[in-house]
């Protein structure tokens, strides 16, 4: 029953995909953006269930059984943060993205650049967009494998599958609808995905909530795990190292608007339509899931208990399978896997754009080229999940914030109307992922998010670049 529901579900989401194709018109931009005529509804439920995939499934789970309610601030901070920023960007992005030109991420920095900057050298503005497309090449590909990676964790625990099954089933659908119908096959199918999603953490929720009250009640059971595991804060930290914790995850937020995988969604928005309307969708969707799914982390912990050599990546599968009829772990189980795929897709997608549009000398035309790209960059990723074995908390932290670094300071900048050239706004890319990694891998305030002295120094970057050409004015459209 858990295979046949898991595969009824895999059948919906392939179907919605694959139907996207009747209405495609099978262009290189309609197959990168979507035509840009998306509506809210979608757009928002397409970008918020992109954003949290097997990393909340998957890695904020297991964080959350591992760290107990102090992950909570990861919640507060992360939403904040992504709001904050959307406030100040997203109508501008979806601006920015209007231009016949862009059909990706670099294409969508480059212009913005150029179209802001006074003195816009089309060398160095080629060499901007290069360099951005090779960096989103790379670190969606490492996040893509992350996602992949993700979903075997549950088809291992639960169906016995071998990671290697799991990973080519779940590339093997990608492909084949992302063929049919690019980022629009994308697009929908996260809105069937973002559905199923919420619905399964939903019941996860309500069945762990209900087992734990027959058998002593839910927070009593919660506060005899630990001492600290109901502390609001870690409890090796003082007032000023809580607020630091809160702040680094506030960062995280921000990041947002340095995933291209996200922002090209932003672009694909009807002008006709709202990025408040938008927001409306993304946002309730956002708060509701990142809430039961640290509920779900609380349960799991009560529910199975932590032992020596255990996996808290594997904490939703085994819980489910362990209180649940199988047709609703069949459920849990497709949700998850919902969740890794309707991110991979996306990765991918955004990965093509930059091999096809930003590392060419000349943009392709062909559709057919276009999508040899897709392929590519899946099999790459295939073959890097295969290989690695790095947490899913941690390659996803890691790839998101190296993005956040990178991209996130230079779209706030343009989106405040500021100038910057195509030599500054290289240097800002660079300097932000120096001190990202310096902080990430030099072992340095590990109790703060290495995305927040990354994000600081690009943007310190930007403002020392304009006083030094002298470009003090603001330019607000």
């Avoid at 195509?422 to 072992?443: D, E, H, K, P, V």
Wanted: charge should be neutral.
């Amino acid at each position: 029953m858990i295979l046949y529901a898991f595969i009824a579900f895999l059948l919906l989401f392939f179907l919605i995909g694959v139907s996207s194709y009747f209405v495609s018109k099978q262009t290189p931009s309609d197959y990168l953006v979507a035509g840009k005529n998306m509506s809210p509804l979608f757009v928002g439920l397409s970008a918020v269930a992109t954003n949290n995939s097997g990393f909340m499934f998957i890695g904020m789970i297991g964080a959350t059984y591992s760290m107990g309610l102090t992950s909570i601030w990861l919640m507060v901070g992360w939403v904040l943060g992504d709001y904050l920023i959307q406030r100040k960007t997203t109508a501008k992005i979806q601006q920015a993205g209007q231009s016949e030109e862009v059909h990706s991420f670099g294409g969508l920095v480059t212009n913005w650049v150029g179209n802001q900057s006074q003195n816009s050298n089309p060398k160095q503005l080629h060499q901007l967009r290069q360099l951005i497309g090779i960096i989103t090449l790379i670190f969606l590909t490492v996040y893509s494998a992350a996602q992949l990676k993700a979903g075997t964790k549950a088809t291992e625990a639960l169906l016995n599958w071998s990671p290697e099954m799991g990973i080519m089933v779940s590339a093997v659908l990608i492909f084949i609808y992302s063929l049919a119908g690019g980022l629009r096959a994308s697009i929908w199918t996260d809105v069937a995905q973002s559905i199923v999603m919420i619905i399964g953490m939903t019941l996860m929720v309500v069945f762990g909530w209900m087992h734990i009250s027959d058998n002593g009640g839910v927070f009593n059971s919660l506060h005899a795990v630990s001492e600290t595991y109901m502390n609001w804060f870690p409890a090796d930290s003082n007032g000023l190292g809580a607020i630091l914790f809160v702040i680094g995850w506030l960062f995280g937020g921000f990041g947002v608007i340095g995933q291209p995988h996200i922002v090209i969604r932003f672009v694909t928005l009807s002008p006709q339509h709202s990025v408040g309307h938008m927001q409306l969708y993304y946002y309730s969707w956002f708060f509701l899931f990142y809430g039961l799914t640290i509920l779900a982390g609380l349960l799991s912990r009560v529910l199975i208990p932590e032992v020596a050599d255990f996996d808290a990546e594997l904490a939703l599968p085994l819980l489910a399978d362990k209180i649940m009829p199988e047709i609703f772990v069949g459920l849990i189980l497709a949700a998850l896997f919902a969740a890794t795929m309707s991110t991979v897709d996306s990765l991918i997608l955004a990965c093509s754009a930059s091999l096809s549009r930003d590392l060419t000398v000349t943009p392709t035309q062909s559709i057919w080229l276009t999508k040899f790209s897709t392929f590519i960059v899946l099999v790459v990723a295939v073959s890097f999940a295969m290989s690695n074995n790095q947490t899913v908390f941690n390659l996803v932290l890691d790839a998101w914030g190296m993005l956040g670094s990178a991209f996130a300071p230079l779209v706030l900048w343009l989106a405040l109307g500021r100038q910057t050239s195509a030599l500054s706004a290289i240097t800002a890319i660079i300097m932000g992922m120096l001190i990202f990694s310096l902080f990430t891998y030099g072992g340095y305030l590990t109790n703060i998010y290495a995305l927040t002295f990354g994000f600081l120094a690009g943007l310190a970057t930007l403002v020392l670049s304009e006083y030094q050409e002298g470009k003090s004015k603001i330019y607000v459209k």
